[in-house]
C-alpha cells in the first residue's frame, strides 16, 4: 500500500504571496489532517478534514486554509505570506473513524519565506 | 485549549539502560495517548498507542497511562543507539482523529 505523499517537497517563496501544498493520503484513508512544525513550537494542528467536511480546526489565523476533494485528497493554502510561516507542513491520514486510529505521516513539504 | 507538556531532554543514557520518557496532558477528556518517534529530518512514525489505564507493552517498549494524575509515560528498555530520536506524545484532539502534540523529548543512547 502506497503511504502519504505530499507535494512539493520543497518551496520557497516571498512575504506576501500565497501558497497551495498538497496531500494525497493512503487508499481508504478518509481523515487528512495538517500540522507545521517548526523548532521553537514543535508540531502544532492546524485543521482536520474527513470526507470533504472540516472536523476540526487548531488555532492558526484564518490566512491558513485547505480543503478535501471527493477522492479525500487535500490541499492547503497560505496567504499573504509572512517569514513566520517558514516550516514543514506535515499531513497525516487515517481512517477516521476511531479515536484510536493511527495517524500516518508523508514526508512534509519543507517552506521557506523569504 | 488542550495542551500536552513533555520535558524537552535531552535525556541521555547508556546503551543497554531502560529510558524513561515522561507527559502530562491538560484535558481530562482526552481519550487516547500516542507516543511518535521522530529522526532528524524524517516524519514522525508511531510506536504506540494507549487509551486504557495501567501499562500497555509492544516488544522492549511500555506504555502506562495514568488518567487520574493526567500522565502518560513511555519506557524503553534495553535502549539501543539507534533508539536515538525525538520522542513525541500527542493526545486525540476533541471529536475526530486530529493530535495535539508535546514539543517533544531528545533522547541519546551512547554506546
Known amino acids: 500500500k502506497a503511504g502519504v505523499t505530499q507535494t512539493p517537497r520543497y518551496l520557497i517563496k516571498t512575504r506576501g504571496q500565497q501558497v497551495t501544498l498538497s496531500c494525497s493520503p493512503i487508499s481508504g484513508h478518509r481523515s487528512v489532517s495538517w500540522y507545521q512544525q517548526t523548532p521553537g513550537q514543535g508540531l502544532q494542528f492546524l485543521f482536520e478534514y474527513f470526507s470533504e467536511t472540516q472536523r476540526n480546526k487548531g488555532n492558526f489565523p484564518g490566512r491558513f486554509s485547505g480543503r478535501q476533494f471527493s477522492n479525500s485528497r487535500s490541499e492547503m493554502n497560505v496567504s499573504t505570506l509572512e517569514l513566520g510561516d517558514s516550516a514543514l507542513y506535515l499531513c497525516a491520514s487515517s481512517t477516521g473513524t476511531f479515536f484510536t486510529d493511527t495517524q500516518y505521516f508523508g514526508p512534509g513539504t519543507r517552506l521557506t519565506v523569504l | 485549549q488542550k495542551e500536552v507538556e513533555q520535558n524537552s531532554g535531552p535525556l541521555s543514557v547508556p546503551e543497554g539502560a531502560i529510558a524513561s520518557l515522561n507527559c502530562t496532558y491538560s484535558?481530562?477528556?482526552?481519550?487516547?495517548f500516542f507516543w511518535y518517534r521522530q529522526y532528524s529530518g524524517k516524519s514522525p512514525e508511531l510506536i504506540m498507542f494507549?487509551?486504557?489505564?495501567g501499562d500497555k507493552e509492544d516488544g522492549r517498549f511500555t506504555a502506562q497511562l495514568n488518567k487520574a494524575s493526567q500522565y502518560v509515560s513511555l519506557l524503553i528498555r534495553d535502549s539501543q543507539p539507534s533508539d536515538s530520536a525525538t520522542y513525541l506524545c500527542?493526545?486525540?484532539?476533541?471529536?475526530?482523529?486530529?493530535?495535539?502534540f508535546g514539543k517533544g523529548t531528545t533522547l541519546s543512547v551512547s554506546s
Open positions: 494507549i487509551y486504557s489505564n
Open positions: 500527542a493526545v486525540n484532539y476533541q471529536a475526530g482523529t486530529a493530535l495535539i
Open positions: 484535558d481530562r477528556g482526552s481519550q487516547s
